[in-house]
């Protein structure tokens, strides 16, 4: 410890801070430890063995404890203090902070290694604020949100003000999601927790410097540790909270556009699904809802009688059909929509500096913007949404929430523009989602919104990308930004699926947007209106291979619910960049090409035009097998695989189990009575293990209640005999139900089968190995095969 702690000290002085800041005195109290200087104090708090706060407060101002995204309760006692003649030591048991008197000095490091250390620290400037940092040259950087730059960001000054980029394809330099976080290949993070506008310049001028710029706030940031890259995002969204679990049919199939304009087009395109029996769980529906034209009636949010006559019907008959349906909404509300007087009256507007409704003109109308941070506003813009849920509206569209054009002179109940525009679309989803836990607290809500900030994942937030060009350059930046905000706690980032902007028609590129959809968070084709979207309007050979798609999405669903209890439990993403798997290979920590879907699946999306072939990296933490041909391809190799039309490359790991159904019309027919187990069987994986996750779809904390079931798999190979057993734990508000299990067994030579000890008689050993197994609840099934070696 000696040594580590000389190492730290010498690290410290060898980056000397602030020179004018000067060491005054300190106190340790309460788990937090407080430093005077000569221009303000450091409060510096354990939340955790591997979480730690620091703020600066300036000589001045007074410290603010409120955060819009830290939610966890600092664990008491974490933190250790002890203090030698010219520094003081902040340990936990996987963190040390060593602050040196002088020259004034912080560093942070783990087991002996230094993360990072204040440079300048805190910096005043005209018209900015500033906390600077050392890196070392050799690490990667991730964060800042939602953008298209490269899977490093290390190089670029990211604007940290949450804007559309309309059409944008393989460059996106500021995007709808700016969140103030950064994560380095040395497996740390820095969240720098403030919402106002500002910018993260991650070492643009190469001189090996971090810097949070903000024009006002907190000056305050939580270094977030982990010994995995899946430990460390664990940690991150312990902190900020983890996503609840969503409501089974969010995984399905969405009919979407801009937009439908009648009642009539919205029943006539589900009829269409129904006739191609193309799987279909909800219908979105975008502005045309309220309005019969894109312009001057945004704020409306009800429903245009002349065109949906019957809207209550509508839903119920769609309901019916296991349909949902969700409705677009915005905040602005237009001086000449139907709600403008009552928004007025009411007092639930933004405002200017006279106290009066602040207005301004942008693309749709002359509008002002619901004041969610004022009382009366959130009460106001709730009660229609409530409204429209009591109807049985199964979800809610939230769009423009960035938001798209909010002046600097707007001041709201909750600060002046600049200081809350990033945080408008987080508290938004927060409004809805407190909404449905007060008047539907037996309904998992559906928010899918276009904007956020740190942490918006507890409230529900289903995100997308943005209004990307319908384009090859549009579907090459989607894994980038997918699987960045997946790091960042925000797990169900997506696409428009096949490219929103533009009248582009190129049915390649959307059979091939839609082949990676399948391996999406959520599969949601949409687009202007120009070319149509939905798998049901296209020509007949297009549809026929898109519908194959939707089908395999639906036959993926135990697989990619229980992906989803594993985000709501670890706060672990859906896709994940391969580095995961090898964080210590250096060509992998810049791949945006390729990623795993959950733990077991290696996809390789299309991204160009008439591709015949493609090169495929394998981690080399299991052998893999195609997915379509079984073909087996070694760890830690590359090769080039051919690219068929129908599907993109997708590879399994060795070993894994894969839980599949029947396609299904929609989730509403969804049951685990009769499933597929693919086990894919390699002789160098001697035990494996698998789960799927099982409760009733739709009602919250499902799982802290009791009412659910987990079915685990487990392989063991020993002397030439594969075992597998399956065995389920139930809780105890959970009516479980006898099941029938399929087996497909992959890649096995058997000579004898034994169920449960008894011996079936085989004829022929089929490839893949096909058995069915009778599980009758509270039971355990073992299934033995005897094998041949491969030769």
């Given at each position: 410890m000696k040594k580590i702690i000389i190492f730290l000290l010498v690290s410290s002085i060898a980056f000397a801070q602030n020179a004018n800041r000067k060491y005054l005195s300190h106190s340790w109290k309460n788990n937090v430890l407080e430093i005077k200087t000569s221009d303000g104090f450091y409060l510096i708090k354990p939340y955790s063995d591997k979480i730690i706060e620091t703020s600066f407060i300036p000589n001045g101002e007074t410290f603010s404890p409120n955060s819009h995204a830290v939610i966890k309760t600092p664990e008491k006692r974490k933190g250790e203090f002890k203090k030698a003649e010219n520094s003081l030591l902040l340990n936990t048991k996987d963190i040390t902070v060593?602050?040196?008197?002088?020259?004034?000095?912080?560093?942070?490091?783990?087991?002996?290694?230094?993360?990072?250390?204040?440079?300048?620290?805190?910096?005043?400037?005209?018209?900015?604020?500033?906390?600077?940092?050392?890196?070392?040259?050799?690490?990667?950087?991730?964060?800042?949100?939602?953008?298209?730059?490269?899977?490093?960001?290390?190089?670029?000054?990211?604007?940290?003000?949450?804007?559309?980029?309309?059409?944008?394809?393989?460059?996106?330099?500021?995007?709808?999601?700016?969140?103030?976080?950064?994560?380095?290949?040395?497996?740390?993070?820095?969240?720098?927790?403030?919402?106002?506008?500002g910018y993260l310049d991650l070492d643009s001028k190469k001189d090996n410097t971090l810097a949070y710029e903000t024009i006002s706030g907190r000056k305050t940031y939580q270094v977030i540790i982990g010994d995995t890259w899946n430990e460390l995002i664990s940690n991150y969204t312990d902190l900020t909270g983890k996503q609840p679990l969503p409501a089974r049919w969010t995984?399905?199939?969405?009919?979407?556009?801009?937009?439908?304009?009648?009642?009539?087009?919205?029943?006539?395109?589900?009829?269409?699904?129904?006739?191609?029996?193309?799987?279909?769980?909800?219908?979105?529906?975008?502005?045309?809802?309220?309005?019969?034209?894109?312009?001057?009636?945004?704020?409306?949010?009800?429903?245009?009688?002349?065109?949906?006559?019957?809207?209550?019907?509508?839903?119920?008959?769609?309901?019916?059909?296991?349909?949902?349906?969700?409705?677009?909404?915005?905040?602005?509300?237009?001086?000449?929509?139907?709600?403008?007087?009552e928004a007025v009256d009411k007092k639930v507007l933004v405002t200017d500096k006279s106290g009066k409704p602040a207005t301004w003109d942008f693309y749709f109308g002359n509008t002002s913007v619901v004041d969610i941070f004022k009382p009366e506003g959130k009460v106001w813009f709730w009660d229609i949404y409530k409204r429209l849920i009591h109807k049985s509206v199964g979800g809610m569209w939230g769009d423009l929430g960035e938001p798209e054009v909010f002046p600097s002179k707007v001041i709201t109940a909750g600060g002046k523009a600049d200081e809350v525009h990033n945080v408008y679309g987080h508290n938004w989803a927060k409004l809805v989602a407190d909404g449905y836990k007060k008047d539907f607290p037996n309904q998992r809500p559906f928010i899918l919104?276009?904007?956020?900030?740190?942490?918006?994942?507890?409230?529900?937030?289903?995100?997308?990308?943005?209004?990307?060009?319908?384009?090859?350059?549009?579907?090459?930046?989607?894994?980038?930004?997918?699987?960045?905000?997946?790091?960042?706690?925000?797990?169900?980032?997506?696409?428009?699926?096949?490219?929103?902007?533009?009248?582009?028609?190129?049915?390649?590129?959307?059979?091939?947007?839609?082949?990676?959809?399948?391996?999406?968070?959520?599969?949601?084709?949409?687009?202007?209106?120009?070319?149509?979207?939905?798998?049901?309007?296209?020509?007949?050979?297009?549809?026929?291979?898109?519908?194959?798609?939707?089908?395999?999405?639906?036959?993926?669903?135990?697989?990619?619910?229980?992906?989803?209890?594993?985000?709501?439990q670890k706060g672990t993403p859906l896709m994940r960049p391969l580095f995961f798997e090898e964080p210590s290979n250096e060509k992998l920590l810049n791949e945006k090409e390729s990623y795993l879907w959950g733990n077991d699946f290696l996809i390789k999306p299309i991204t160009k035009a008439g591709v015949t072939s493609t090169e495929v990296y394998f981690p080399k933490s299991s052998n893999w097998f195609d997915f379509y041909t079984n073909e087996k391809h070694f760890a830690g190799t590359t090769s080039t695989v051919a690219v068929e039309e129908n599907h993109i490359p997708v590879f399994v790991r060795g070993g894994s189990f894969i839980p599949m159904i029947k396609t299904i019309q929609n989730t509403l027919?969804?049951?685990?009575?009769?499933?597929?187990?693919?086990?894919?069987?390699?002789?160098?994986?001697?035990?494996?293990?698998?789960?799927?996750?099982?409760?009733?779809?739709?009602?919250?904390?499902?799982?802290?209640?009791?009412?659910f079931e987990i079915l685990n798999f487990n392989s063991n190979i020993k002397n030439n005999v594969l075992t597998l057993k399956l065995n389920a734990k139930i809780g105890k508000n959970?009516?479980?139900?006898?099941?029938?299990?399929?087996?497909?067994?992959?890649?096995?030579?058997?000579?004898?089968?034994f169920i449960n000890g008894q011996e079936m008689i085989y004829k022929t050993f089929q490839e893949p190995l096909q058995i069915s197994i009778d599980w009758k609840k509270g039971t355990t099934q073992e299934l033995k095969i005897e094998y041949q070696n491969e030769k």
């Open positions: 060593v602050i040196n008197k002088s020259p004034f000095k912080i560093t942070y490091s783990t087991k002996g290694k230094v993360l990072l250390s204040e440079k300048n620290g805190f910096i005043k400037k005209d018209s900015t604020e500033i906390l600077q940092f050392n890196l070392d040259n050799s690490e990667i950087l991730y964060g800042g949100g939602a953008r298209a730059l490269g899977m490093n960001r290390r190089g670029n000054r990211l604007k940290l003000y949450n804007r559309a980029h309309y059409g944008y394809e393989t460059k996106a330099e500021l995007m709808n999601f700016c969140i103030p976080i950064v994560m380095s290949s040395k497996l740390y993070a820095i969240h720098f927790d403030n919402a106002a506008i995984f399905g199939n969405f009919s979407s556009r801009f937009g439908y304009h009648s009642q009539e087009e919205v029943e006539n395109t589900i009829r269409k699904f129904e006739e191609s029996q193309i799987p279909v769980d909800a219908i979105i529906l975008d502005l045309y809802w309220f309005g019969k034209t894109i312009k001057g009636t945004m704020g409306n949010l009800d429903w245009d009688k002349d065109n949906f006559p019957n809207p209550d019907k509508m839903i119920a008959d769609l309901n019916a059909k296991g349909v949902k349906t969700i409705l677009i909404t915005e905040p602005f509300i237009l001086t000449s929509s139907s709600k403008w007087q919104m276009r904007s956020g900030y740190s942490g918006s994942q507890r409230f529900g937030m289903i995100p997308w990308s943005g209004d990307v060009s319908r384009s090859w350059g549009g579907l090459q930046s989607q894994m980038e930004i997918a699987m960045q905000m997946g790091m960042q706690g925000m797990a169900y980032m997506h696409s428009d699926l096949g490219g929103f902007a533009g009248d582009y028609f190129d049915n390649e590129l959307y059979l091939r947007w839609l082949q990676y959809g399948v391996f999406n968070p959520i599969f949601r084709p949409h687009a202007q209106e120009d070319v149509a979207s939905e798998v049901a309007y296209k020509d007949i050979v297009t549809k026929e291979k898109a519908k194959k798609q939707v089908e395999l999405r639906y036959q993926m669903l135990p697989y990619n619910y229980t992906l989803a209890f594993e985000n709501n027919k969804y049951s685990l009575n009769n499933f597929d187990l693919h086990f894919y069987f390699d002789e160098t994986v001697l035990s494996s293990n698998g789960k799927v996750y099982n409760d009733d779809g739709t009602t919250p904390n499902n799982f802290e209640k009791g009412a959970y009516q479980a139900s006898d099941k029938t299990v399929t087996f497909y067994i992959h890649k096995i030579k058997a000579k004898r089968i």
